[in-house]
């Protein structure tokens, strides 16, 4: 019997290593093109298991991030502790991140790890005095370092901090808030009750912050988790952080009107985030939402801030500035006739409140993951450009 069960098991197996040895192939193809398909990276860093091995991230996230490997900095010497204003608060948050290091590391090697922490942060800082250290910020340095080493780490978290997350390190939570401020319009396009629940609950957007501004790096224990997130982060838009939030609470829609409607229940559920979330599915959702709602169609229930300040309007920059290929041309052909079935599901579904759910199962449950991540690779060039018209005046 358990034989027979075992061969029933073994092409399941033999698939899902046939299809991991495909992508891993994938990769390498867009590595080695000429010039170096960072399209393809994204659409591989998007997809389901995103980029697999530790190894393969090494190699793909400097391609993602524009860093040149072979021109790094120098390792950040000691003489940046002596006299830096941010040394103790570091210091202080760097000795409370035990639980971001794996398990059964040996003391010794662990501590290694945290000065290296300590000296990244504090090179980042001084490289860049307009980029303020908020707490948070080193859970993020950390994954880098884990994944990639200090010297790399180094070179990628400064180009992360000065794009991705140039607005969570202003000298104000201006910016911070503002992005939080995207969530709940996100929430009610999908689910009106659910955000008409959480607005009589008078909740906010602050159980979500240490989500956003360590990239879900302080919320999750399963290392796995955190790098296959900043795989998908880290190959889009900058406010996709905060769709994936918004698809974490809807994902949890019964747990939420279940709670007793008052502010301190609701926020007590949602800042306890699940440690067993369908984590693909959630991506590959959070994509759609993109793709849907993009920031353009948000903007006007989002606080204003100034276009010049924040990360958003200037990705457009960032990536015209990255190199890469155009997508290729049987998706591009593939996503637009995609949307063209969607219009005509959408001239006869109606507009109302009530209908948005039903238009979102039509649309996310058809969705090719594939045509999401080509929307989003696209989202610089194409809807960058409204995102700066219509949100700001």
């Given amino acids: 019997m358990a ?20 992508k891993v192939a994938e990769i390498y193809q867009a590595l080695n093109s000429d010039p170096i ?12 298991g995103g980029l697999l091995t530790d190894e393969i991230r090494c190699k793909v996230w400097p391609k993602l991030l524009s860093v040149n490997t072979d021109d790094l ?10 006299n ?33 922490l300590i000296d990244i942060i504090l ?28 010297r790399l780490a180094t070179a990628l978290v400064e180009k992360l901090s000065t794009h991705h997350l140039r607005d969570f390190m202003d000298p104000t939570m201006d910016n911070t808030k503002h992005i939080l401020n995207y969530l709940m319009p996100i929430i009610d396009q999908v689910n009106p009750e659910v955000h008409d629940f959480m607005q009589s609950a008078e909740v906010g957007t602050i159980f979500a912050l240490s989500w956003l501004i360590t990239w879900f ?36 829609e ?9 502010m301190a229940s609701v926020h007590h559920l949602l800042s306890q985030i699940p440690q067993d979330l369908p984590y693909e599915t959630l991506i590959s959702r959070a994509g759609d939402l993109f793709v849907q709602f993009p920031p353009s169609e948000l903007a006007r229930e989002a606080a204003q801030q100034q276009a010049e300040r924040t990360a958003a309007s200037t990705f457009k920059d960032f990536e015209l500035a990255s190199v890469q290929q155009r997508p290729d041309t049987v998706l591009r052909q593939r996503f637009r006739e995609r949307l063209r079935g969607e219009e005509r599901t959408k001239s006869i579904l109606t507009k109302p409140r009530t209908n948005r759910f039903v238009k979102l199962a039509v649309m996310g449950l058809t969705v090719a993951l594939g045509a999401a991540a080509l929307a ?9 450009p409204k995102f700066e018209l219509q949100i700001f005046p």
Avoid at 3 to 22: N, Q
Avoid at 125 to 140: A, E, S, T, V
Wanted: hydrophobic share 40%.
């Fill in 3 to 22: 034989g027979h069960v075992l061969s029933l098991l073994c092409p399941l197996h033999f698939d899902f290593d046939s299809k991991k040895k495909r």
């Fill in 37 to 48: 398909d960072v399209a393809a990276l994204r659409r591989m860093a998007i997809s389901e």
């Fill in 73 to 82: 900095p120098p390792l950040p010497g000691k003489e940046l502790r002596e």
């Fill in 84 to 116: 830096n204003k941010d040394y103790q608060q570091v210091l202080l948050d760097v000795r409370r991140s035990l639980r971001r290091f794996p398990p059964g590391m040996p003391d010794d090697q662990r501590e290694g790890l945290q000065e290296e």
């Fill in 123 to 150: 090179h980042v800082l001084k490289r860049n005095p307009q980029l303020h250290y908020y707490q948070g910020y080193h859970d993020i340095v950390v994954t880098f370092l884990l994944v990639v080493g200090d």
């Fill in 217 to 252: 790096g302080h919320v999750l224990s399963d290392f796995r988790h955190v790098v296959r997130l900043y795989d998908f982060f880290l190959a889009c838009h900058p406010l996709m952080p905060i769709y994936f939030a918004a698809v974490i609470v809807l994902y949890r």
């Fill in 254 to 262: 019964q747990e939420v009107l279940d709670c007793e409607c008052d």
């Fill in 376 to 384: 989003v690779v696209k989202s610089a060039l194409e809807w960058a």
